[in-house]
């Protein structure tokens, strides 16, 4: 049988996706052919017969872990209290997600190389502001395309000036600047959303922040990029982006611009990876 081309399907666009959340952007710009097998295909990869941990749950038990952390947190809290809070908080969280004791252990020790720092941060964090969304949806709509797009923070603090700062919590490795200029847009989206009233809680607020809290290998605080101007340029680049695949004859591409060629996604077999080369060029087809 000949090999398989590139693939670009081309749905009609009542079967596009009019609603994504902010982190399945960087995929659209990325690999568009996943958009395409899970928003409009729904597909979902099966889970393995036999469950081990792996990235995805040590980055959700981390996330749940600064969840309570955060809410819980009392008032003129000392750091030797706050960090031994945290041990708490982690060790009741993995008791109840983290079904292996030996992965317990490793967690539990990970997050204790990296406590001391996140504490000093975390109390430097408290005298600047206050949190006041936590994992909590919040939409815009494109009325103009029809689109809405989401966003679930882990935490937007408002500051003593009544600016906002947004944090994202990170397990894995961080974007680099220039992959936030050109396809990672989760914090400057986020923070176009909160400037537009996408969170109810905030009403409209400027956001004057936006930061990474490394927990795990690159640990410590890396501020993204942002002012007024990225902002604005990021939010046009952003529509102009969804009106493209909001027309017929743009094709959902299989890994458009993957970050590495290794890098392997839960569809690729799908697009018949491997028959073809990333020097091809995509083949359209109108499908549906």
């Known amino acids: 049988a000949p090999p398989a081309r590139r693939p670009s399907p081309r749905p009609p666009v009542a079967a596009r996706p009019k609603k994504l959340p902010v982190t399945d952007i960087s995929k659209l710009i990325r690999d568009p052919y996943a958009?395409?097998?899970?928003?409009?295909?729904?597909?979902?990869?099966?889970?393995?017969?036999?469950?081990?941990?792996?990235?995805?749950?040590?980055?959700?038990?981390?996330?749940?872990?600064?969840?309570?952390?955060?809410?819980?947190?009392?008032?003129?809290?000392?750091?030797?209290?706050a960090r031994q809070r945290l041990r708490d908080v982690a060790e009741r969280v993995m008791r109840d997600h983290v079904s292996w004791p030996g992965t317990r252990r490793i967690y539990l020790a990970k997050l204790d190389r990296v406590a001391a720092g996140f504490i000093a941060d975390e109390m430097?964090?408290?005298?600047?502001?206050?949190?006041?969304?936590?994992?909590?949806?919040?939409?815009?709509?494109?009325?103009?395309?029809?689109?809405?797009?989401?966003?679930?923070?882990?935490?937007?603090?408002?500051?003593?000036?009544?600016?906002?700062?947004?944090?994202?919590?990170?397990?894995?490795?961080?974007?680099?600047?220039?992959?936030q200029d050109?396809?990672?847009?989760?914090?400057?989206?986020?923070?176009?959303?909160?400037?537009?009233g996408a969170f109810a809680e905030l009403g409209s607020a400027t956001v004057a922040?936006?930061?990474?809290?490394?927990?795990?290998?690159?640990?410590?605080?890396?501020?993204?990029?942002?002012?007024?101007?990225?902002?604005?340029?990021?939010?046009?680049?952003?529509?102009?982006?969804?009106?493209?695949?909001?027309?017929r004859e743009t094709g959902y591409s299989s890994r458009r611009a993957v970050y590495q060629v290794a890098i392997t996604g839960d569809f690729d077999h799908l697009a018949r990876v491997g028959e073809w080369e990333m020097s091809d060029l995509p083949e359209a087809e109108d499908v549906g």
């Open 182 to 196: 050109h396809f990672d847009k989760q914090l400057r989206l986020e923070a176009a959303m909160a400037e537009r």
């Open 35 to 81: 958009i395409y097998a899970s928003r409009v295909l729904r597909l979902r990869p099966l889970d393995p017969l036999l469950r081990r941990p792996d990235a995805r749950l040590r980055g959700t038990v981390l996330h749940k872990i600064m969840d309570h952390f955060i809410r819980e947190r009392p008032e003129d809290e000392t750091a030797e209290g």
């Open 209 to 247: 922040e936006a930061t990474h809290i490394g927990l795990g290998s690159d640990a410590g605080e890396y501020p993204a990029k942002l002012s007024a101007e990225i902002i604005a340029e990021t939010w046009a680049g952003f529509q102009k982006l969804i009106a493209t695949y909001a027309r």
């Open 124 to 179: 430097q964090r408290a005298a600047a502001g206050r949190p006041v969304l936590i994992e909590k949806t919040g939409s815009v709509l494109l009325e103009n395309i029809g689109f809405v797009l989401t966003a679930r923070p882990d935490r937007i603090d408002l500051l003593q000036d009544g600016r906002l700062h947004i944090y994202d919590y990170k397990t894995g490795t961080l974007p680099t600047r220039k992959q």
